[in-house]
């Protein structure tokens, strides 16, 4: 594994952007910016052999500058997904955070961490080189409590893993949930639906949202409903089903409660593209997976190459506390103690069968 880097841009306000590419014997090749951590490229072979770029994204900074809300490939903070009516309580203070999405709170406010410039620096990882990427967030910023340092680690394995180490540690208690959302597109970035993938989530049971996308406190079976992807399953059915919860979310765009133990990396989901006959499995630490189907996507914007990014033409698979876990106590708690460590593993492991 080899990770070299150069010049990518500069934002407006004059701070370096760099491309780090970070390949493997087997011709996997992972391209990340420090700009949001961000995944702007992943290039992945087919059954034979065959390369192709699986992840979303823009060709220059300026896309990602000007990105209406996609989040393409960026590392997600403070706190990703929604928090209702964009507050929550914590140690008796009530925190008001922005509400950029409608009244909720989402990905961590109007300044996430997928818009920072992150310190990059190439460092040995257990005997392989690994990209660390460490952001300092003040107390208050986004209206979170204690100044947080974070540090994500990724590492390209010569099995074809793209691992993601995340780590954060507070100076008072505070609430953290980090995640990626790289949209993948199995068949290659610009080949349009992915109706075709098939799904497996290692999970019996999911959350409800209501019609704002915000989970409401049940924890519910799949089983017998277009959210049971307990076997690899064909997502294409689901999309236009008239079940209640596929429209509260306009698709798929919900969390699974995972039957991981949270204690090292275990399969948390499979996605195949029998067109190509890509594999990806995800193995985490954390104990949910938000499926979102691509239900905002809008063709608007100019993706890599010139390539139009319609509805559903990618999905992602979010790992992550559960949503608005803050309001409903039987969820996983997002809470990070001062001085405790937050610590989590997400790796996305590419075959081909
Ligand atoms: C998450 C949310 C979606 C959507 C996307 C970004 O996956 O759950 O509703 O906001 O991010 O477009």
Request: aromatic letters at 12%.
């Given at each position: 594994m080899s990770i070299t880097a150069r010049f990518y841009a500069n934002t407006p306000d004059g701070k370096e952007v760099t491309l780090f590419t970070l390949e493997n014997s087997k011709g996997m090749k992972a391209e990340i910016i420090n700009y949001g951590g961000t995944i702007v490229s992943l290039?992945?072979?087919?059954?034979?052999?065959?390369?192709?770029?699986?992840?979303?994204?823009?060709?220059?900074?300026?896309?990602?500058?000007?990105?209406?809300g996609t989040y393409f490939g960026a590392l997600i903070g403070r706190h990703a997904n929604r928090i209702e009516k964009a507050e929550f309580e914590l140690n008796g203070v009530v925190y008001k955070l922005a509400k950029n999405d409608g009244e909720n709170n989402l990905h961590g406010g109007i300044k996430g961490f997928d818009k920072q410039v992150w310190d990059a620096e190439i460092i040995d990882w257990e005997g392989k080189e690994g990209l660390q990427l460490t952001y300092f967030s003040k107390d208050g910023?986004?209206?979170?409590?204690?100044?947080?340092?974070?540090?994500?680690?990724?590492?390209?394995?010569?099995?074809?893993?793209?691992?993601?180490?995340?780590?954060?540690?507070?100076?008072?208690?505070?609430?953290?949930?980090?995640?990626?959302?790289?949209?993948?597109?199995?068949?290659?970035?610009?080949?349009?639906?992915i109706s075709g993938h098939e799904l497996m989530i290692n999970a019996d049971q999911f959350t409800p949202i209501n019609n704002e996308g915000i989970p409401t406190g049940e924890i519910r079976d799949v089983k017998g409903t277009p959210m049971d992807f307990t076997k690899l399953s064909p997502i294409g059915p689901g999309f236009d089903s008239d079940d209640e919860q596929i429209i509260n979310g306009k698709g798929y765009d919900h969390n699974w409660v995972l039957k991981v133990s949270g204690k090292e990396p275990e399969k948390a989901a499979e996605l195949y593209d029998p067109a190509s006959g890509r594999v990806m499995e995800v193995f985490t630490t954390k104990p949910g997976i938000q499926f979102y189907s691509g239900n905002f996507l809008k063709g608007s914007g100019v993706g890599k190459g010139g390539a139009v990014y319609n509805k559903r033409s990618a999905l992602c698979l979010e790992t992550q506390y559960f949503p608005n876990a803050m309001k409903h106590k039987h969820f996983p708690s997002p809470i990070l103690k001062a001085g405790q460590e937050y610590k989590h593993t997400t790796i996305y492991k590419f075959s081909a069968r």
């Open positions: 290039y992945v072979p087919d059954k034979d052999g065959k390369l192709a770029d699986v992840t979303l994204g823009y060709d220059n900074l300026k896309g990602y500058l000007e990105d209406d910023e986004e209206n979170f409590p204690g100044n947080l340092k974070v540090k994500v680690v990724y590492v390209l394995s010569e099995d074809n893993g793209l691992e993601i180490h995340y780590y954060a540690v507070s100076d008072k208690d505070t609430v953290v949930n980090l995640t990626n959302h790289a949209y993948f597109n199995l068949s290659g970035h610009a080949a349009g639906s």
